[in-house]
């Protein structure tokens, strides 16, 4: 069956480090990834979006690459702060037709000043 | 900027009853989406609807579950006769195309007695 796999642990980093959080998944063959954001209660909100073609896109302080041999995205936050606290979510979206974007579990991120 | 509204934020019913959630999608979105958050877990997907009609659905969104699109604004999830297991936070959302970000609302809790 398909699986997508994030670190299921949170990952505490340092105020002005870079976060790297993992995406991997098994049995799919995506046509794009998505990552988004989430804060505790609320809905998740649209970062980046990088397609099967891609090997990476950026946008301000993130960074998405794709690598579909490995069947893994890595998502990038640098000089990380604070207000980048929150879990991140990683969603594939399929080949054709109607969109439905199945999500991962989620890494919990906690930037430490 | 536009956003996606949802109503009820919370709502509380009795085993049994039936519930309906309300959701209003951006006005120039086509695409438009049920999803629900059980505490701690990942977001599911449920349903999608285009030009008035169910796309696709997950195995979750049985006989009992029902979408419509009343008017040119409101689209709503109903749930006929609710079980303890459909406790959640149910997120509606929007896209332009079939393909791309998502839109979420800040989702409707669902506490089920």
């Known amino acids: 069956s398909q699986k997508i796999e994030q670190n299921s642990e949170a990952l505490n980093i340092q105020e002005g480090k870079t976060a790297t959080l993992t995406c991997n998944y098994t049995?799919?063959?995506?046509?794009?990834l998505q990552w988004y954001r989430q804060d505790p209660g609320r809905g998740p909100v649209f970062l980046l979006l990088?397609?099967?073609?891609?090997k990476e896109k950026r946008k301000e302080r993130l960074k998405v690459t794709f690598d579909t041999t490995l069947k893994q995205s890595l998502f990038h936050i640098t000089a990380s702060q604070p207000a980048d606290s929150a879990t991140y979510l990683c969603?594939?979206?399929?080949?054709?037709?109607?969109?439905?974007?199945?999500f991962g579990t989620g890494t919990k991120l906690q930037v430490i000043p | 900027e536009p956003e996606v509204t949802q109503t009820p934020s919370h709502q509380v019913t009795q085993m049994g009853q039936e519930v309906i959630l309300r959701c209003v999608p951006i006005s120039n979105h086509l695409y438009f989406y049920w999803y629900r958050q059980i505490l701690g877990q990942k977001v599911e997907f449920l349903v999608s609807f285009y030009n008035n009609e169910i796309s696709e659905k997950s195995e979750i969104f049985d006989d009992q579950f029902s979408v419509e699109r009343p008017d040119g604004s409101n689209f709503t999830l109903k749930i006929r006769s609710t079980k303890l297991e459909d406790s959640a936070m149910y997120f509606c959302?929007?896209?332009?195309?079939?393909?791309?970000?998502?839109?979420f609302g800040e989702g409707s809790r669902l506490t089920v007695l």
């Open positions: 959302a929007s896209s332009e195309e079939g393909f791309g970000e998502l839109f």
């Open positions: 969603a594939l979206g399929r080949r054709g037709g109607y969109q439905k974007v199945t």
């Open positions: 990088i397609r099967e073609n891609e």
């Open positions: 049995n799919y063959s995506p046509a794009y």
